[in-house]
């Protein structure tokens, strides 16, 4: 027996008639919709309400320029385009580092028609309306950043729970491929908690709603319209999307967008602990009383941890009332916890039970720290496109791996100035110029502005302990 579900008409069904030469006839329109009508209804709606908020970005720097496959050593304009969607009505925009890092000028073109009393009706939208965005903060160990423009009554997407994800879960990504606006398309999620490096805290949902260039830091939404992921990478060997995409979870970036818009940068949190997770041979081998989960290997003295009584060898069954199965697990989900909150740990200790209150800190040795102690006004360095400031002992506390205690210290990429390519990064220590030490800000600031255009600047860096050569010239 063939089976033909209603409005429907299947291959095998269309082949046998195909080839026997009965005619086709035509299918029913005219009765109740299916149920393939209603999810592609469903579908429509759903676009319907994400779209809008949903942004195309253009990013305007300096940089090299290229001719046919190669670096002619000239600079010149640079544009960048992107995705990202809003986060409130007064404008916040949430998109990828990469869209935006470096830039000189950001122009965001909303879904709001730039003509406000246009009918919409026609199948082609209406020009969108093209503002001056500013960027709040960039985090680039989640490749995201915030970006505002200066608007208020717009339309917005809120964040879901990337947790409840699972695999098979159908989901949209829209944005800007390849530049063409407000494009939606389909998939499922591939799998959750997808890490991309060895012993990364940082995880990822793959899908294979297909995502090319200009889709990043557009949203990745479920069927109710919530943002449970942010489009940030693909893999791919041809460039372009072979359904295996990636994208940052909702639960990650909802605490990034927190902390760029009340910081400007991410205070990430440690307590402390190492764990690991328990596997038949350790359970056996210490004679655990259960062979899954975490256990706690390692505990810094004198941090939270070990303050809140944290002990080598504790199980760790919960945070937060959360299960905990595996160390991933747990240093994932105490990696998104920003700096000042104060975690639930249940542990087991041989047949004790035991509740353990553990502050989180802001981790050390962290670069992105030094952006609380510069201002433009005070440390910008022009020439290097950087601002920085004089290395002193509590610089130095904060980066344990310096060979010497002179020089002067990255902080950030400055803003609002021409990007310079000169690959310094924030944590670098400038120990020479030109073969010159380098003893303070207003030192360097003095020999950099006595070099004219094209002059060639060689400074020797420290960076995280290995010394290394930045060379490049003067613009």
Same mark, same amino acid.
């Given at each position: 027996?063939?089976?033909?579900?209603?409005?429907?008409?299947?291959?095998?069904?269309?082949?046998?008639?195909?080839?026997?030469?009965?005619?086709?006839?035509?299918?029913?329109?005219?009765?109740?919709?299916?149920?393939?009508?209603?999810?592609?209804?469903?579908?429509?709606?759903?676009?319907?309400?994400?779209?809008?908020?949903?942004?195309?970005?253009?990013?305007?720097?300096?940089?090299?320029?290229?001719?046919?496959?190669?670096?002619?050593?000239?600079?010149?304009?640079?544009?960048? #385009?992107?995705?990202?969607?809003?986060? *409130?009505?007064?404008? %916040? !925009?949430? =998109?990828? $580092?990469?869209?935006?890092? @470096?830039?000189?000028?950001?122009?965001?073109?909303?879904?709001?028609?730039?003509?406000?009393?246009?009918?919409?009706?026609?199948?082609?939208?209406?020009?969108?309306?093209?503002?001056?965005?500013?960027?709040?903060?960039?985090?680039?160990?989640?490749?995201?950043?915030?970006?505002?423009?200066?608007?208020?009554?717009?339309?917005?997407?809120?964040?879901?729970?990337?947790?409840?994800?699972?695999?098979?879960?159908?989901?949209?990504?829209?944005?800007?491929?390849?530049?063409?606006?407000?494009?939606?398309?389909?998939?499922?999620?591939?799998?959750? #908690?997808?890490?991309?490096?060895?012993? *990364?805290?940082?995880? %990822? !949902?793959? =899908?294979? $709603?297909?995502?090319?260039? @200009?889709?990043?830091?557009?949203?990745?939404?479920?069927?109710?319209?919530?943002?449970?992921?942010?489009?940030?990478?693909?893999?791919?060997?041809?460039?372009?999307?072979?359904?295996?995409?990636?994208?940052?979870?909702?639960?990650?970036?909802?605490?990034?967008?927190?902390?760029?818009?009340?910081?400007?940068?991410?205070?990430?949190?440690?307590?402390?602990?190492?764990?690991?997770?328990?596997?038949?041979?350790?359970?056996?081998?210490?004679?655990?009383?259960?062979?899954?989960?975490?256990?706690?290997?390692?505990?810094?003295?004198?941090?939270?941890?070990?303050?809140?009584?944290?002990?080598?060898?504790?199980?760790?069954?919960?945070?937060?009332?959360?299960?905990?199965?595996?160390?991933?697990?747990?240093?994932?989900?105490?990696?998104?916890?920003?700096?000042?909150?104060?975690?639930?740990?249940?542990?087991?200790?041989?047949?004790?039970?035991?509740?353990?209150?553990?502050?989180?800190?802001?981790?050390?040795?962290?670069?992105?720290?030094?952006?609380?102690?510069?201002?433009?006004?005070?440390?910008?360095?022009?020439?290097?496109?950087?601002?920085?400031?004089?290395?002193?002992?509590?610089?130095?506390?904060?980066?344990?791996?310096?060979?010497?205690?002179?020089?002067?210290?990255?902080?950030?990429?400055?803003?609002?100035?021409?990007?310079?390519?000169?690959?310094?990064?924030?944590?670098?220590?400038?120990?020479?110029?030109?073969?010159?030490?380098?003893?303070?800000?207003?030192?360097?600031?003095?020999?950099?502005?006595?070099?004219?255009?094209?002059?060639?600047?060689?400074?020797?860096?420290?960076?995280?302990?290995?010394?290394?050569?930045?060379?490049?010239?003067?613009?």
């Amino acid at each position: 027996m063939t089976i033909v579900a209603r409005g429907t008409l299947t291959t095998a069904v269309l082949l046998s008639l195909l080839g026997s030469g009965a005619p086709v006839e035509a299918q029913d329109t005219t009765g109740p919709p299916t149920s393939l009508d209603q999810f592609s209804e469903s579908l429509q709606a759903l676009s319907g309400r994400a779209a809008p908020a949903v942004v195309q970005i253009f990013a305007t720097g300096l940089g090299p320029v290229s001719q046919v496959g190669r670096t002619s050593g000239g600079v010149g304009r640079q544009r960048r #385009g992107g995705s990202g969607f809003l986060l *409130s009505g007064d404008g %916040y !925009i949430l =998109t990828n $580092a990469h869209v935006v890092e @470096g830039s000189r000028t950001v122009l965001v073109l909303l879904a709001t028609p730039a003509a406000s009393d246009a009918p919409g009706r026609s199948i082609i939208k209406p020009v969108g309306k093209r503002v001056r965005g500013r960027v709040v903060g960039v985090d680039r160990e989640t490749d995201l950043a915030l970006i505002k423009v200066d608007a208020t009554g717009l339309p917005f997407l809120e964040f879901g729970d990337s947790d409840d994800l699972a695999a098979g879960q159908i989901v949209l990504a829209l944005g800007s491929p390849l530049g063409l606006e407000t494009s939606v398309t389909l998939g499922v999620v591939s799998a959750v #908690g997808r890490q991309l490096q060895p012993g *990364s805290p940082m995880v %990822y !949902i793959q =899908t294979d $709603a297909p995502i090319n260039p @200009g889709n990043s830091g557009g949203p990745l939404v479920d069927t109710r319209g919530r943002v449970v992921g942010i489009n940030t990478l693909i893999f791919s060997q041809s460039g372009g999307s072979e359904g295996v995409g990636f994208a940052v979870p909702s639960n990650i970036a909802a605490t990034v967008f927190a902390q760029l818009r009340a910081h400007g940068r991410v205070r990430r949190g440690v307590i402390g602990a190492s764990v690991q997770t328990i596997t038949p041979s350790i359970a056996t081998g210490l004679r655990l009383v259960q062979e899954w989960g975490v256990i706690v290997s390692d505990v810094t003295p004198r941090s939270p941890a070990a303050g809140a009584g944290l002990r080598v060898g504790d199980i760790i069954v919960s945070l937060d009332g959360k299960p905990m199965e595996n160390g991933r697990q747990f240093d994932v989900n105490v990696y998104r916890r920003p700096a000042g909150t104060v975690i639930a740990l249940d542990v087991r200790r041989g047949m004790q039970r035991l509740t353990l209150r553990i502050p989180v800190v802001e981790r050390e040795n962290d670069p992105s720290r030094l952006v609380d102690l510069v201002t433009p006004e005070r440390n910008l360095v022009r020439r290097l496109g950087v601002l920085a400031v004089d290395l002193s002992p509590e610089i130095a506390g904060m980066m344990p791996w310096l060979r010497q205690r002179t020089g002067v210290v990255v902080a950030a990429p400055a803003a609002d100035v021409a990007p310079v390519e000169s690959g310094l990064q924030a944590g670098d220590l400038i120990r020479e110029i030109n073969g010159s030490p380098v003893t303070s800000l207003s030192g360097l600031i003095a020999t950099l502005n006595r070099l004219a255009v094209g002059d060639p600047v060689v400074l020797h860096v420290d960076r995280f302990g290995h010394l290394i050569y930045v060379a490049f010239e003067i613009e």
